[in-house]
């Protein structure tokens, strides 16, 4: 963004500290932490390590409207990864066959002729929906109507829709517990599984919420083998079974180098974190500079501004700096006298603190 429209007159100075002051200093102010974990619709916890996620979300939509679990909300990490989890849902029995044909019904209002929107149609008619940032705007709003209307069992989106906007569900689920680059994932921040464990239970409908968690389906997998392979008596001397052990053996399912796994106790290690930091993200707009610049001169006052923000140390001594750089830019279009005046800028260069 350019220097403001408006410049502001008087000398200023460009002696900024670095180091923030703490906050009853700041702002004169003595603060008490008050702090709830209650909630108007309690949570259940369940980590899912004997079930695949289309196998849990089918178990899940069984019963009726006062017993399934559903609808549900399936968070996945990127928007590719939603299309292929919604794909696996295909030929499973999420909706009974009233709700199927007043979801068709509905769905026959709408032009599904841009972008996405075949391929999202032929889920949404499955009663499965589709919730990311890459889908046009009016077939996101589509999906919410919907979801909000209870015609669909399942929604697959990506954690932004746990930010920012509100569509609560009777459950959660939680495809992976791992965020990040391929080899380089890391466990999600608390703060953000926090953001999606709260979507779950909705108090006009809900005396309860429930979350998900499942495991990788390689130790899916694993497991199903494992108590497969120990219903054999370890003793047998039955030539059929001992045939079926060792060809169970052959095929015994192993964890992949190339995947990385996540674990029950991860889960409850989430559950259990406290509350993410709360500090300013935001940078000094152009537009608030010129206010204050024109409201007083004084860059002391600029100063005790940038200081009172919540920020770490770093990103404070960054915005400390950056402030220099604006005023020093503001300087040089002419729009403010600094004393002592900065020297000239060479030719060319761009104005620096």
């Given amino acids: 963004m350019g220097p403001p429209a408006a410049p502001a007159d008087g000398p200023v100075s460009l002696a900024v500290p670095l180091h923030p002051i703490p906050l009853h200093r700041a702002h004169g102010r003595t603060l008490e932490l008050v702090q709830s974990t209650e909630r108007k619709v309690p949570l259940t916890f369940q ?34 990864e939603c299309w292929d989890v919604a794909e696996t849902l295909k030929g499973r029995r999420l909706l ?38 890459g889908l ?30 509100n569509l609560p569900a009777r459950s959660v689920v939680l495809s992976t517990l791992l965020k990040g680059a391929p080899g380089k994932k890391t466990l999600i921040a608390a703060s953000s599984a926090h953001q999606m464990f709260g979507r779950a239970g909705r108090p006009q409908f809900d005396t309860r919420g429930y979350v998900f968690a499942m495991a990788h389906e390689d130790d899916v997998k694993i497991l199903r083998w494992k108590e497969k392979y120990d219903q054999i008596p370890e003793d047998t001397k039955d030539p059929n079974l001992l045939r079926m052990k060792r060809q169970m053996r052959k095929k015994m399912p192993t964890r992949r180098s190339n995947q990385q796994y996540w674990n029950e106790a991860q889960f409850r290690k989430l559950q ?37 923000r919540l920020m ?29 005046a900065p020297p000239a800028p060479r030719v060319g260069a761009s104005p620096s603190p």
């Fill in 47 to 80: 980590w899912v390590g004997d079930r695949l996620l289309p196998e849990q979300l089918e178990v899940m939509a069984e019963g009726d409207e006062e017993t399934r679990k559903t609808p549900a909300l399936v968070f996945c990490f990127n928007r590719n």
């Fill in 96 to 133: 009974s066959k009233e709700a199927q044909k007043s979801l068709d019904k509905q769905l026959q209002r709408y032009d599904w002729s841009h972008g996405a929107g075949p391929k999202l149609k032929r889920l949404l008619a499955r009663g499965v929906g589709v919730h990311h940032a």
């Fill in 136 to 165: 046009l705007p009016r077939y996101r709003r589509i999906v919410e109507e919907l979801f909000q209307k209870k015609r669909l069992q399942v929604c697959v989106c990506t954690e932004t829709l746990a930010a920012g906007i």
């Fill in 272 to 308: 259990q974190a406290p509350p993410g930091k709360l500090a300013s993200r935001g940078p000094l707009p152009w537009r608030l500079l010129a206010y204050l610049l024109k409201v007083s001169p004084e860059v002391d006052r600029l100063k005790a501004f940038c200081r009172k």
């Fill in 312 to 340: 770490e140390p770093k990103r404070l001594e960054r915005g400390q700096k950056e402030l220099i750089h604006m005023l020093m830019t503001l300087w040089a279009a002419g729009y403010v006298d600094l004393e002592p």
